[in-house]
DNA sequence: GTTAGCATGTAAGGAGTTACATGATTTT
DNA sequence: AAAATCATGTAACTCCTTACATGCTAAC
């Protein structure tokens, strides 16, 4: 049925895992087959510099990625096979389907800064239910953090120095955008998927 | 000289690290003696909810510091020292000379989110010369997170989807805030120092 | 021909979390 | 006396970075 070799490779290597840079990757990679070095400039690219990743931690996900079937080295050029030419991934038909399912399963991990910011960067093939779940799971998250911070701020007076209060006030001010944004792109998904 | 162990120790658990952990709770302890549960409290309280560390992290940590002398259990009540009773910390001459330290040297990963934070939580009794170095280096790199931003939005018609495009403009937004809020500080503090 | 940038990769280590285990103290 | 919360601690694990090592390819 399986090959066991196989099916622990991707046991051992994607289940324990959030795999925020693996979503990220096999996104990427479902639009072109690209190499390593250039996944990472779209990453910089794509995720508005928010996000880096090193290429130590780049390559390491490609060849998990690559063990568990989900993508595939696409040696660019047959014959001899340059011991450090660019290699280019492509895709599989069940790295689509993980995906999907990643993004269907989006819980908590999605909706943390560096999550939230993956999933939206592929929103666009997003069904509408996922995309609600994202969007109101995230504004929980920011709504908690703003509450945290306007908790911290009421206490202010007495024990934080200023500098920190101003720090905080930013931070809420933060907060209150996104959750209006949020709220704005909630009511606009409604609309659209209601009527 | 010096003891051997605590050299070794000292060396061996405080320099290879960035210590943003252990400055806070030097902080902390050098305004009054906690014990860690409260610490862990008063970090979420101080740093406003952007960082919370588990007691997974607190307790190493401030065995670490035990070690390297930088600061010492005050054992609560003499006589029985019951197992799981509330240990209270007080910091050392070393360890407010070390904090000093610290503070002074402080480097890029004082200008990171994180360690600003925390740099900032102390600024009351932070020497001017030191305030404008932190206060500019976080400038120029909240900057350089802007630029980043701007170009990658730049580059964003084609590319990225509008959903990305609307939060990397929401962070490129908080980024532009915080410039505004640092130059007002940077100078206020040349006007304090100057003439 | 040598510098700069493209391209891939690995080993070691840093900084933290989670999950667990224990026990003291207060509240109900 | 049970439940909640206070309080301390450890081991295993996660995820990432740094520093290094290698080699290709284009430009000057």
Redesign the interface.
Known sequence: MYRFDIVVGYIASLSGRSGVLELALLGLLREAPVHGYELRKQL???????RAYSYGSLYPALRRLTRAGLIVEESGQMGQPAKRARKVYRITAEGKERFDEMRAEAGPHAWDDEG??VH?????STPTETRMRILEGRRRCVEE?RE??RS??A?AGE???R??R???Q??L??CE??VR?LNE?IENEKKESGP
Request: aromatic share 14%; charged share 20%; proline share 0%.
């Open positions: 910089v690219l794509r995720l508005g510099g928010l939230f910011g939206l960067a592929f929103f666009a953090r945290g911070m911290a701020l206490k024990q934080i120095d500098y920190t101003q720090l905080q930013l931070g001010d933060a955008r996104e944004w792109l």
